[in-house]
């Protein structure tokens, strides 16, 4: 599994970016992908995770209402649309494919990570 993650950038607060992860391999179908994210001088953390069908998602409670995770199988991509951006979502994003076919939210369950996208929120 290849997973390359873009869309990031620079944007003001309140407005909005949708990241995009590219499964190059072909593999993403049959697994569960999660969007995780590293803020300076913290840990990486959970932000949303979507099922193999694309059927469940879940997300952590500081993005719930304003992130969606989905995904288009026929494209081997999975998207995150985050509106009403705030400061404190400024991090590093990495996409993550699970070994299993439903959502985790341990980082130990995503043996296959891409490289991150940078989103910048200014206030």
């Known amino acids: 599994v290849q997973l ?26 049959n697994n569960a992908v999660g969007w995780f994210r590293q803020a300076p001088g913290k840990e990486r953390e959970f932000v949303a995770g979507i099922s193999w069908s694309g059927g469940s998602t879940y997300y952590a409670d500081s993005v719930k209402g304003r992130f969606t995770i989905s995904r288009d199988n026929a494209k081997n991509t999975v998207y995150l649309q985050m509106n009403s951006l705030k400061p404190e979502d400024t991090a590093l994003y990495y996409c993550a494919g699970s070994q299993f076919s439903q959502i985790g939210v341990a980082q130990a369950q995503y043996p296959y990570w891409g490289q991150g996208t940078q989103v910048t929120v200014s206030s």
């Open 4 to 29: 390359q993650a873009s869309g990031g950038g620079l944007v003001q607060a309140g407005g909005s970016l949708r990241l995009s992860c590219a499964d190059s391999r072909r593999t993403f179908s």
